[in-house]
């Protein structure tokens, strides 16, 4: 029987993409947020006039965002306009070397023999490109599009299976003769927190992505993605309860029947679909004696991604950094260098500067720049104090600083405690699950608990923005019975 009353926890992406799927099938919907504003880990802040974001920086793939928006009955070229970064990311060796990687193919050398080493790694940019971008689009207009199922991936992709096997920096040394290109391209991925010998290789269609079509930032930042989610859910007569965090989800003869609020109240469902991550799901929000065994398990031995601290600076002159994103690296096989604490001086780092395709984000003149520092990952959440914060927070300034003029008008530090109790990220782990998380890790959508569903990051490979709302999507599917 169609439920007729379902309840969300959670209203960023993937929650308000569950809605909206739901509405449109006649589904009466109520959407809980433990925050006052929705969007979670896609939205931005104003800070004194600057706009910070909270969580994505950019939309990577945006074919996926497309094929995502599609899924929910909406057009988003028309209603979320993305502006093109071109020039992505420039990565600077110790030796002074300086790469940029530019969409299109567009690669350039800058350094000793400069010319003939663009040739190079031009030419092994095209056969890169060439060898997996077949892969890239069986998984963005297939594979992702549709609920993971190791049956379809064979079917689909078996002429690419022998390809990933192995990890990120064993192809890039197969594929890149220069060291120097190696450490600029293993570079992209470092977002994940993890080195390149420790990353997946299939996450080298990140890279691919971003050679043919660059990063995009949607004009008004990141935030304009759920801000266009949440206007639709609305529209569809979706109900949004903000700063009302959910206590409990309830289950009653084996069966979720609705929530139980923070202040107490009882909300009673048909079914309920819970986006706080699947570790938050079984380990918070279901009395222990209903969580079944297999969930407490994947709970665990749940892989965490890493931590970090995050500085955001608003300035008021106006920085014009070689990309987007720039990096300050060591070579590929030394790059974990940069994923852990660096005592004293910073040598290494990365900084991004989202004014620089999309100025109306900072008042006229002036700039934002993004940083995440490697943090102690053992350093126990509730030892981030307001000085260790200031002082982590300094040494990275410091060491962008040495390159960069900075008239800082605000700054925000975001430390691993407060991305767990101001983003209610479990552990403060900022992707929930580790990319390098196996899809046997992964929580499913449909859960061993009758009525109860999961959508968010953490019920589907990949960690971004689209991917989180197809996650939506997949689970308001499987509750409809679709
Ligand atoms: C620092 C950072 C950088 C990122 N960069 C990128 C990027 O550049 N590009 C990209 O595509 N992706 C990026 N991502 C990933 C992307 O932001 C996420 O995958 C996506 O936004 C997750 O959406 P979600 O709905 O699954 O989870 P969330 O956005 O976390 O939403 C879950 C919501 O549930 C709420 N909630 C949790 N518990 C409760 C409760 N008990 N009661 C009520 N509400 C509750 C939370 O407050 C939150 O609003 C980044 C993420 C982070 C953290």
Not at 35 to 52: A, E, K, M, P
Not at 89 to 95: H, T
Not at 192 to 205: E, M, Y
Not at 467 to 472: I, N, R
Request: proline share 7%; charged share 20%.
């Amino acid at each position: 029987m169609k439920p007729n009353n379902v309840v969300i926890v959670g209203g960023g992406a993937s929650g308000l993409a569950a809605g909206i799927h739901l509405a449109r099938q006649g589904v009466r919907v109520k959407l809980f947020e433990a925050r006052d504003t929705l969007g979670g880990c896609c939205s931005t802040s104003n800070v004194d006039g600057y706009t910070f974001n909270n969580g994505a920086m950019f939309v990577a793939v945006p074919r996926l965002l497309d094929h995502a928006f599609a899924r929910l009955g909406l057009d988003r070229s028309a209603l979320l306009p993305l502006r093109r970064i071109a020039t992505p990311q420039a990565s600077v060796l110790p030796d002074g070397t300086k790469i940029t990687l530019g969409d299109r193919h567009r690669v350039r050398v800058d350094g000793e023999r400069g010319d003939s080493r663009t040739a190079t790694l031009q030419a092994e940019i095209e056969r890169c490109v060439s060898k997996w971008n077949p892969l890239l689009k069986i998984f963005i207009d297939d594979l992702l599009t549709q609920p993971m199922s190791i049956a379809r991936v064979i079917s689909k992709a078996w002429r690419h299976l022998p390809k990933l096997r192995g990890n990120f920096a064993d192809e890039l040394k197969r594929s890149f003769s220069d060291p120097q290109a190696r450490a600029a391209l293993a570079a992209v991925t470092l977002y994940t927190g993890l080195p390149a010998d420790r990353t997946p290789v299939f996450l080298i269609v990140g890279l691919i992505s971003l050679l043919e079509d660059g990063l995009h930032l949607p004009e008004g930042g990141m935030g304009s993605v759920s801000r266009v989610l949440e206007t639709t859910f609305r529209q569809l007569g979706g109900e949004v309860h903000t700063s009302t965090p959910v206590a409990r989800i309830r289950i009653e003869g084996g069966r979720a029947r609705g929530l139980t609020l923070e202040n107490g109240e009882d909300i009673a469902a048909d079914a309920v679909i819970s986006t706080a991550s699947g570790m938050s799901t079984f380990s918070r929000l279901i009395e222990p004696a209903n969580v079944p065994r297999a969930m407490q398990r994947r709970v665990q031995r749940a892989p965490l991604s890493h931590r970090t601290l995050s500085i955001q600076l608003g300035l008021t002159n106006s920085l014009q950094p070689a990309a987007h994103s720039v990096n300050h690296i060591p070579l590929m096989d030394e790059q974990q260098r940069l994923l852990a604490p660096q005592p004293g001086r910073i040598e290494w780092f990365n900084y991004t500067v989202p004014t620089q395709p999309m100025p109306e984000l900072a008042p006229s003149g002036g700039s934002i720049v993004e940083m995440f520092t490697a943090v102690d990952e053992h350093l126990p959440l509730d030892a981030w104090s307001e000085e260790t914060k200031a002082a982590t927070a300094d040494a990275a300034i410091a060491a962008l600083a040495r390159y960069q003029p900075l008239a800082i008008a605000t700054k925000r530090i975001t430390s691993p405690k407060d991305y767990a109790e101001g983003m209610h990220l479990f552990g403060g782990a900022v992707y929930g699950l580790s990319p390098a998380a196996r899809p046997d890790q992964q929580f499913p959508h449909v859960t061993p608990v009758d009525g109860l569903y999961l959508a968010g990051q953490t019920t589907y490979p990949g960690f971004g923005v689209a991917t989180s709302v197809f996650s939506g999507v997949f689970a308001a599917e499987a509750l409809i019975g679709q």
